[in-house]
C-alpha cells in the first residue's frame, strides 16, 4: 500500500443493488490497496420504514439483504486471500428496524425446522439511533418500557463469489462468507476471505446499528450504513474459511449446519492456523486452543449457522500474528480517518 | 441467612466420591444458607499425574468425574430453586493435567459421530499452576514452546439429582446441571438449580484451573480444588434450566445435542426469565435479547452440549436482576472472606 | 436349549410397573432359554380410555412406559449379550390410543427444540382393534373418515440395565436398548442386548397395536399386549448397540442426537459387524453395505432418536447370519406355538 | 399428452455436460408431454475406470455430476408443477464404479464434521453389470469374496433450477431437487418438482446401477445411463419439496442438514399433501400417517441430507391419489414400451 492508493467512493441506485454472491458483473474494478467509501442499504431494501410495514408484507423475496458491489479486485485468482479492512461503519439514518419474519429465527419453527404450529406474530420495531451519543433506543412495542443500549455498528455480510460454479443467495453464509451476521465485523478489524474466482468479486451489505451473539430472532438493528474500507490482496495464500483479525485477537469462522458443524469447522480453521504460523504441532495447537480460545455464535438463524472461534494474540506464541498485514492495514486505516 | 450460618468442611476420603447425579446417599445434611468448605478431586480421580498416564490406560471407567457430595439441603423440595454462590475456587495442587482421550472430544471422531477412522492419537499435557501469580504454564509436547496464561479457576461439574426418576453419570450436563462445563463458573457468580427431589442432593466436582469455550478437546486444565459455596434455598419458585448471576450478567444455560437445540433451550430460557422480572412481553424480550445477548458456548464435547445466553444487567429494564438473592449471598462471602 | 426349558407367566399388578431401565429390583430369576409369557400395560399406564382424556391431564409424569420386569437372567454379566426372541406379541384389547403431547413430537417445538410458539394442541384418537381380521381402525377426530389398517403388532421399549452406573427412564432410548421405537421389533424376530450388569435386568413394554417409521406425532398405537419371549444367553460375546435379527434381515440400530448421528451409530455397528462374521475388511464391508442397506427410521421424537440400518441375509457372504442363536430360537418358537 | 407428443433423442457431447442447477442456457425446448430419450454420463465423468483411478487424482473438481440437460419445458413457469415420469433408465456400460472420497460420506469426518484425523483411504471398487440377468456383481478389494446383488437402476440427480436467484452445484439437493440419490428414483416412477424459473431447466444424471439408503460411503454403483422419461407440465399447482409417485405409493422428500430436519421436511409435505387432498383435517392426518408413513433415508453424505416420507395409496382415504397425473403417464409410458 502506498499513499497514491486509490479512493473510490460508491453509492449504489436502486437498481445497482445486487442479490447474490457471485453471478452480478462487477460495479467497478480496484486495484489492490483501494479505499472504498460505499452507501449499504439496510436488509429489507429500506422498505421497513415504520411500524405498520411488516416484512411479509413489503419486502419482496428474494430482494433482501442488497449488495452493494460487487468490486473486481485487479490480480486476484482463485489460491489468493483478499484482506479487507473495515475503517469506518457509521449509521445513514437516524432510526433503524428490526422485526420477527413468519417462520424465520432460532426461537420459532421455519422452513427448515418445520412443524405444524403457525408462525410466530409478525411485529416491527423502530430503533431510535443517537449518533452524537452512539446509542440506539429500544422502544418495547407492547408496554412503555425503553432501553438505550450503546451503538456497536457492523456488517452482517461481507464476502466474494463462492466457489463450485454457484451462485447464493446475499441471505446465505458459507465459506465465501456472505450473510455471516457477526458483531465481530466491527470497525477495525481485517477480514480476510479465500479468492475462489478471478477478480474474487467482493460485496458488502447488511449493516447493523448492534446485535446480540446468535441474531436470535433472526433480525438486528437493521440501518443503512457508510461504511469505509481498505481492500487489499494476499497473493498465493489461500484461506479456507472466512478469518478475522483486530488489534487483540486472530478468529475463524465456520457457517454450517447442524450448529456443531459449524463450531468444528472454525475451531479446526483456527487450529491449523495456529499451528501453522507458531510451529506448534496440530496436537499442541489443539491442547493450547482449548485452553483460550472464546466461542461466540455469530447466527443461529440463517441458512447456516455460522460460529466463531477467537483467541487472545498474546495467548499464542510470539510471531503468531494472522497474515502480517494487519497492522500496515491499520495504520493506513488511521491515516485515512485523520485526513477525512 | 444469619450470622451463625453453619460452616461444613467436607473432605471425602477416597472411598466417599460419588460418580453420579442421583442414587447416592448423602454424605451430609445442610441447612440452606450453610458454607460448604470443599475438596474435589480432578476429573480423572488423580490418576493422570505424568505424560506418560494415558487416560485410557490409567482412568478405571465409568470412575470418572468425582463429585464431593451430594448434601441434603434441609426443606428443598421439588419445586423449589436451590442457589450456590462460589466463594472462592482455589487449585489444591501446583500442577494440572489434560489429554486427548480416544473417541472423546469436538475435533475427532466419537462414540455418537462414529466413522471408520482410527482415534486420534492419546497424549498427556501436564500444566505447572503458580498460585502465587494465579498463572498455568503450557508446556508444547512437541517442541519447546511454553505459554504462560492466566488462571481462571472454575467448576465444570455443579448439580442436584436429576428428576424423572433418573440417575445420570457425573459425565452429563442436563437439566439438573451436571457436567455443563461452563467457565461462568467461577468465583463471584451463584448459580441457580431446580431442585427435583427430595433434599436437592447437590454436588460439586471437576475443578479447571482454566477452560476454553467449547472445551474443544474434551478436557480442561484440570485440578483438584480446594472451594468455599454457600448453598441457599429460593422455596417455591422453580427453575428449569441452570442459571447463573454475576454481579455484571444474568445468564441461562441449555445442554443438549444439536447444538442448536442446546442454544435454544438457553435463549428461550433467558427470554421468558427476562420478560417474567422486566414486565416486557415475550416479544419484546425476544426482540431486546436478539441484541444484546452473548452467547459463549460452554462445552461441544459432552453427552450433551451446552450453551450459555448471557446479557448484561444494566442492558435491562430496572428491578430486572435475577432472583434478587445474588447481593446478599455476595455479601455474605465478603464476610466470609474477611474473616477466613 | 432344551425341552425342559422354564416357562414364566407373570402379569405385574399396579405396583409392580417399573418405569426405568436400571435401578430396580429383579420380579423374577430366570435362566437363560426360558420362556417368559407377559402382559405388559401401554404406554399411558392405561390411562388414556377416552378422547376426552388428555395425556397432560390423565397421566401422571413420570409415571410413562410401564415396563414389565427386569428379569434377572441367571449367569448373565457384563460383556455378555442377552438373545430375546419374540414368540408372539398379541393385543391384550380391542382398542387401542393415540394423541398429541404437548412439546412432544416430531412435528412440534419441543422442551429441546424450543421455540416461543404455543404448542399444538392436545386431542386423542382411539383406535378399534379387530384381532380377529387383525386390522386396526382409524376414526377421523375432525371429519368422518374412517381407515383400516392392517395390525402389526410390537414392542417400543425392550432394554436392559443401562452402562455407566446410570439409572435411564423408560422414554429414553440408548445403547442399553429402551424406548427404540421401531417396527422392527415384531414377533419371528430375535433382538441382542449387550449386558451391562450383573443378571442383566432385561424389561419390555410400550406395545403398539402398529406403527410408522419415525413415529412422527410420538406416539403410535398404543395397547396392552400378550407377550412370549424366549430369553437367551451368548456368553463372552459382547455387542455396543442393539441388534435384531429376522429370517430374512440382520440390523443394527443407533440411539443418538442429531438424527444422522443415530445413523452413523447403526451403519458403522452393521459395517463392523458384516466385516467381522464375513471375512470382509472394514472397507469392504463399507462398500458393500453403502450399496445393499435399507435404512427405515424408528423414531425421531424421543430423548434419543432410533435408526436402522438392516440389510438381507441373502445380500451377504455365505455364513454372516448374526449369531448363530436366531434359528435355534426360532425352532424353539415353533414348537411353543404349536403346544399353546 | 396427445399421439403426437414429441420424442427428443439427446446425447451430449463432452462439452454439453452441465455442472449446475440454474446458470446454464437450455440444451433444448421441449413441450409438456414430450418424451425425453437421453444419455447421462457417471458421476465421476467416465473418468474413474479402473481400480487405479483414484478420485482425487482423475476428478476435476467442481466438474462432477455431469448433468444432461437443461431442458426448457415450454409454458412453465413459477408456480407450476414438473411431472417428470421415468419410462426407464437402463445402464449403457457393463461396468460400474464406486469409491471412497477423502472427506466425503457418512462413516468419515468431513470438510464440515471437521476433524483432526487423516482421511479414510482411497479405494475405487469396479463392479460387474450383468444387463441380461440384471444384476450386478461387487467384487471385493481386499479378499476374493463376490457378492452378486440385483440390479436396481435409479438417477441420483434430478431436478430443475432453484428459486432465489441460485445457482447450485449438481452435487447438492434441495427444494429444486438435485442430488436427492433416493433409490426410490427408478422407473416407473414419477417424480414432481416445483417450477422456480421460466421453462423450469430441467436435468438428470448421476446413475446408479444400485445404491442402498443413505448412500453410506457417499458413492453408488456409479455408471451411465441411457433413460427415457416423459417430462409433463401441471399449470397452477405448486409444490414446494420434490415429491414421488409409484403405482403403490406417495412419497415427499426433504434435503437439510441436520438429518432430523430434512425429515421433518418431508413428513409435513406429506401430511399436508395429504391432508388436502383427502379432506383430513392436518392433526387427522398428522395421525394417520405417523401410524402408516415409511422412512428410508435418501442420502445422508451430500451436503443436505435427503430424507423420504412414503405411504401406501391403499392405507389413505379414496381419491387421495397425488396429482392425478401418473396413471395416465404411466399408460404413455406403457405405450411408448410397446412401440421401442
Known sequence: MTADAEVLSFRPSAEQFVWTFGGAAPMARIRPGSVLEVFTEDCFAGRVRSKDDLVSQVCDFPFLNPQTGPFYVEGAEPGDTLAVHFVSIEPARDWAASSTVPLFGALTSTTATATLQPPLPERVWIWQLDRERRTCLFNAADSDLRVELPMDPMHGTVGVAPANLE??????????GGNMDTPEMRAGVTCYL??????????????HARQGEGETCGVAVETAMNSVVIVDLIKGQPTPWPRLESDTYVMSTGSARPLEDAFRIA??????????????????????????????????CDVNYTSVAKVRKDFLPPRTSGYGVHERLRAQAERYLSEH
Request: proline share 3%; hydrophobic share 45%.
Open 167 to 176: 451462485v447464493r443467495s446475499a441471505l446465505v453464509p458459507d465459506a465465501h
Open 194 to 207: 479465500g479468492v475462489n474466482v478471478e477478480g474474487a468479486m467482493f460485496s458488502l451489505g447488511d449493516g
Open 267 to 300: 475451531q479446526l480453521d483456527l487450529v491449523r492456523w495456529v499451528a501453522r504460523d507458531s510451529g506448534l504441532s496440530e496436537l499442541d495447537a489443539y491442547q493450547l486452543l482449548t485452553q483460550t480460545v472464546e466461542s461466540p455464535l455469530a447466527n443461529v
